[in-house]
Structure formats: structure tokens, C-alpha cells
């Protein structure tokens, strides 16, 4: 049997970090992945407890009080968070809890529980980037604007995490992101 962990996966935003996530899902058994806290209002098709829990501020604070949450941060004019109870509860089971959070939480993930293995995901070039953005079709250009003067603080501190991948070619990418899963999986 494998040993539970933790694994903390960021980066910019439109680098891919969802679409890893999913494939990774498909290909390794035990991962599961956290669904976070959030008080930013749902996007065309997100469905509460299924890709965010939608929280009013003042049930994030009522979370924040009662230590309820792993990490949390406020990102983009919004706060998001990782429930606690949840991920200590699937780590003990041997699972491989996956958080697919922002740079900021992914440090107070790694205060709080220095076992976890941080993976930051990086764009093949900032060009590349403002492009996947500007494809997505959701957003304004002002927070265009506001997630690529992010990435660029992001990704000044993807030297801190403890592999890096770049996202260039999805399938290259995926491969390398699961065969470290496992590889921590089995090392414990």
C-alpha cells in the first residue's frame, strides 16, 4: 500500500493546472483532489461542492476563526481556502491529496505540514500565457491584466517549490507530473 501525501500543485493562472489535474485523476488511483473555499461568485458551469464550495465572507471568516482551513488567501479580490478536516482525513487513508491552490497558499501549506511537496506548473513563455488567457473568452481585459502582472510575481518564486514543470506539450507534461506522484507514493 502506498503512503498518503500531500502534493501542492501552482502556478499562473491559464498555465494548465486544471487540465493536468484531470488527466492526472484519470491515471493514478489513489489521488484525490480538494475542492477549496471560495468567496468569488461561480463561473458559467461551476457547480458548488464540485469545483469550488461558494462561501459568503462571512462564513470564509466563521472558517478562518475556528482554524477550519489548511491555508487560505486572497487572491484577486477574492478568498480562497483549503478545508483542513478533509485533507488530513484522506492523507491518513493513503491517498494522494492533490491542492490545486495559489503560490501564496501552497507556503502556508508547507508552514503548516513541511512534508508536502510543492509543484509549480509554468506557461512555455508569458506570451503563451496572455494567450491561453485571452482564449478562455471569461475574462475582462482589466483582469487580464491583473493575472498577468500575477503570474509575473508567481513565477518569481518558482525556484522555492520542489519541481517545476513546464507546460508545453500537455502529454510530456502529464507524464512528468504523475511519474513524481508516484514516485513519492512508493518512496515512503
Not at 57 to 81: I, T
Not at 99 to 111: K, T, Y
Not at 124 to 139: C, F, H, I, K, Y
Request: with cysteine; glycine share 8%; net charge negative.
Amino acid at each position: 500500500m502506498r503512503h498518503g501525501n500531500l502534493f501542492v500543485i501552482s502556478g499562473p493562472s491559464g498555465a494548465g493546472k486544471g487540465t493536468l489535474v484531470a488527466r492526472l485523476l484519470d491515471a493514478v488511483d489513489d489521488a484525490w483532489v480538494s475542492v477549496s473555499v471560495t468567496t468569488r461568485s461561480p463561473r458559467p458551469g461551476e457547480i458548488d461542492g464540485i469545483h469550488y464550495f461558494f462561501a459568503s465572507d462571512e462564513e470564509f471568516d466563521r472558517l478562518v476563526a475556528e482554524d477550519g482551513l489548511l491555508e487560505w488567501a486572497n487572491v484577486h479580490g477574492c478568498r480562497y481556502g483549503t478545508p483542513r478536516k478533509t485533507v488530513e482525513e484522506h492523507i491518513a487513508n493513503g491517498e494522494q491529496v492533490i491542492l490545486e491552490i495559489d503560490v501564496q497558499g501552497a507556503f502556508q501549506v508547507r508552514e503548516s505540514m513541511p512534508d508536502a511537496r510543492l509543484i509549480f506548473i509554468e506557461p512555455p513563455s508569458l506570451e503563451v500565457l496572455e494567450a491561453r488567457l485571452r482564449g478562455r473568452g471569461t475574462e475582462t481585459e482589466d483582469v487580464i491584466e491583473k493575472r498577468m502582472k500575477t503570474a509575473l510575481l508567481e513565477l518569481s518564486r518558482k525556484m522555492e517549490y520542489d519541481i517545476r514543470l513546464v507546460n508545453d506539450d500537455l502529454d510530456v507534461a502529464t507524464s512528468e507530473l504523475i511519474a513524481y506522484i508516484d514516485e513519492q507514493a512508493e518512496s515512503n
